[in-house]
Each structure stands twice: as structure tokens, then as C-alpha cells.
């Protein structure tokens, strides 16, 4: 099993401000990785996928980048909808998709 | 609008029985693979079951294996997850996604909760 470890747990930050999320895979993944953005009483939505590509209506704010086992998702300037729970996906274990244990973005 | 609604969540007792479904509308439903990831209640996102856009294929966490099963009605755009002997620990909100291969799980329903208690 592909383990996914987010870090950190928790980041707070204002809005306007730059945020910085890591996910690393216990074994390379290569591109095949998605993020996921969840607010709480709310089902996740699909932000990126395979690791740097916007998924449709996604701002442009949002980025992600990396391979192998190492990638980020980068918020270049934080609104204030932006504050929820950020998860990684490995999509390279057909179809058992893993997922990191999360990331809190709150309001500092 | 593409959606997914899911439905058949409720209390039930540890050992018990509970079918949960999940609509598809908006799309050509069998087309598509199909997932249940679940929720504990303040804790992360847990793929459960996928199931090929045919039903051919099917594959469960271990966590669940031996225990649920999986299945869909393409006639009928729906999902189906059938989970028997059940436990505390899988209590949850159970959401029913949508996989897009090469982009992810793209469409996802509200959830339905499952709460296994005695």
C-alpha cells in the first residue's frame, strides 16, 4: 500500500498570504497524484490532477507541482473560501487510491 | 447538472445490515467508474470500493473486504454499496465519486452517515 504523509497538520495563515502544502509518497507515484479541498458539511472537490494540472473552474491561485514522491500544493494568495481541509491522492495504485490524512488551512 | 445523491444511511447495530444507493443524473453513468470513499466522523477521506464502468471489475479495501459489496445498475444509474456485519468502526459518511481516469474522482455526492450502534 502507497502510504501519503501530509504536512503539516495544520497551517495558519491570513488571507492574502501565500500557503505552502507538502505530500509525500511513500514510494513514487510519478505525476499520478490529485488534490482535494474540503469544507466542513461538505463532500472534497477536485482541485488538481496529475500532480500540476487545474481541474475545471479551479482559480488560478491554485498550483501544484512535483513528482516521484514529493509534491506541493501552492495557494499564491489566500481568499478567505480558502480556509478548509486539503487532502493528496496517489493515483498510481490502480484503483486503490490512497489518501493523505489531510491538511487544515485555517484563519490566523 | 451532473450529481450524484446518495441515500440508505441510518443507525444501525453492530452485526447489522445496511444498503446504501446513489443516484447518477446529469451524465452517461455507464460510462464511468464509480467509488465509495467514507468519512469517520473528524478524521480524513477513506476509498472503500471502485467498480468498473461495466461492473466487471471490482476491488474493496481490506478494511471492508469479505464485508461489503459493491455494485451498480447502469439501467438504472445507480451505485449500490451492500454492507453486512457491521462495525462501530464503520461508522461514517459515506460519499459515492465519480472517477474520471488521467483526472480523478471529479463529481462526488453530498454523503449519506452511517452510524453503527448499539
Known amino acids: 500500500e502507497i502510504v501519503l504523509t501530509q504536512s503539516p497538520a495544520t497551517l495558519s495563515l491570513s488571507p492574502g498570504e501565500r500557503a505552502t502544502l507538502s505530500c509525500r509518497a511513500s514510494?513514487?507515484?510519478?505525476?499520478?497524484l490529485a488534490w482535494y479541498q474540503q469544507k466542513p458539511g461538505q463532500a472534497p472537490r477536485l482541485l488538481i490532477y496529475?500532480?500540476?494540472n487545474r481541474a475545471t473552474g479551479i482559480p488560478a491561485r491554485f498550483s501544484g507541482s512535483g513528482s516521484g514522491t514529493d509534491f506541493t500544493l501552492t495557494i499564491s494568495s489566500l481568499e478567505p473560501e480558502d480556509f478548509a481541509v486539503y487532502y493528496c491522492?496517489?493515483?498510481?495504485?490502480?484503483?486503490?487510491?490512497?489518501f493523505g490524512q489531510g491538511t487544515k488551512l485555517e484563519i490566523k | 447538472e451532473v450529481q450524484l445523491v446518495e441515500s440508505g444511511g441510518g443507525l444501525v447495530q453492530p452485526g447489522g445490515s445496511l444498503r446504501l444507493s446513489c443516484a447518477a443524473s446529469?451524465?452517461?453513468?455507464?460510462?464511468?467508474?464509480m467509488n465509495w470513499v467514507r468519512q469517520a466522523p473528524g478524521k480524513g477521506l477513506e476509498w472503500v470500493s471502485y467498480?468498473?464502468?461495466?461492473?466487471?471489475?471490482?476491488y474493496y479495501a481490506d478494511s471492508v473486504k469479505g464485508r461489503f459489496t459493491i455494485s451498480r445498475d447502469n439501467a438504472k444509474n445507480s451505485l449500490y454499496l451492500q454492507m453486512n456485519s457491521l462495525r462501530a468502526e464503520d461508522t461514517a459518511v459515506y460519499y459515492c465519486?465519480?472517477?474520471?481516469?488521467?483526472?480523478?474522482?471529479?463529481?462526488w455526492g453530498q454523503g449519506t452517515t452511517v452510524t453503527v450502534s448499539s
Open positions: 465519486a465519480r472517477d474520471t481516469p488521467l483526472l480523478g474522482m471529479d463529481v
Open positions: 446529469g451524465f452517461t453513468f455507464s460510462s464511468y467508474e
Open positions: 467498480i468498473s464502468s461495466s461492473g466487471s471489475t471490482i
Open positions: 514510494q513514487s507515484v510519478s505525476s499520478y
Open positions: 496529475d500532480a500540476s
Open positions: 491522492q496517489q493515483r498510481s495504485n490502480w484503483p486503490q487510491y490512497t
